[in-house]
C-alpha cells in the first residue's frame, strides 16, 4: 500500500498537471517555449528529451519518447531500449488526441489533424493528418480555405458570439 507521504505527492503533482500543465511539463524536464497552451497532455518516461517550440498549442496530445513495441523482446535482451527525442516547432496547433512516436520533429507553422499519429518528420509551413500523419497541404492553401469558411468571431463575447451563430443557423 503506498505511504501518505507518496500518495500526497501524487496528489500534488496531479494538481500541478492540471492547473499550470505548462509549469508542469517544465518540472519534469521538457523544454517548453513562450505562449504555448498544453492541455492534457502526457509525456511517457523520458520527458526531457521533449522540445515545445514558442505558441504551441497541444489537446490530449502524447509524447512518447520511446518504443515500447521492444517489450517483446525483454527476456532475450532485457537491457534493449530504442529511445529518441521529440522537436516541436513554432507556431503548431495539435489537434484533439495526437500522438507523437520517438525521434519525430514536426517544423514551425504547421497543423497536425486531431487523433494523428505523427510517426516521421512533418515539414514547416504544411497540414498533416491521418495514422500514420501524411502532409496533404500547405498552410497557405488551409489559410486560403479557413479564410474562406471562417467567421471573424474571435473577438466577441460569449453571448454576442452565440446570437451571432444562432442567427446564422435561423437563417439555413
Not at 129 to 150: C, N
Request: charged share 25%; proline share 4%.
Amino acid at each position: 500500500m503506498p505511504s501518505i507521504s507518496s500518495l500526497a505527492k501524487r496528489i500534488t503533482s496531479l494538481i500541478h498537471r492540471r492547473t499550470d500543465p505548462v509549469g508542469y511539463a517544465r518540472s519534469i524536464g521538457v523544454r517548453v517555449g513562450k505562449d504555448c497552451r498544453l492541455i492534457n497532455v502526457s509525456f511517457s518516461t523520458e520527458p526531457y528529451l521533449v522540445t515545445i517550440g514558442n505558441h504551441v498549442s497541444a489537446t490530449a496530445t502524447r509524447f512518447e519518447t520511446h518504443d515500447g513495441g521492444v517489450w517483446v523482446f525483454r527476456d532475450k535482451l532485457p537491457d534493449l531500449d530504442i529511445v529518441k527525442g521529440i522537436t516541436v516547432g513554432d507556431n503548431v496547433y495539435m489537434g484533439f488526441g495526437c500522438v507523437v512516436l520517438p525521434g519525430v520533429t514536426i517544423g514551425s507553422n504547421v497543423v497536425i489533424g486531431a487523433g494523428a499519429v505523427v510517426s516521421r518528420d512533418i515539414p514547416d509551413n504544411s497540414v498533416a493528418v491521418g495514422v500514420p500523419a501524411r502532409v496533404i497541404k500547405s498552410l497557405d492553401a488551409y489559410e486560403a480555405k479557413v479564410v474562406e469558411r471562417g467567421k471573424m468571431t474571435k473577438h466577441l463575447s460569449d453571448e454576442a458570439k452565440r446570437e451571432f451563430y444562432e442567427a446564422q443557423r435561423a437563417q439555413g
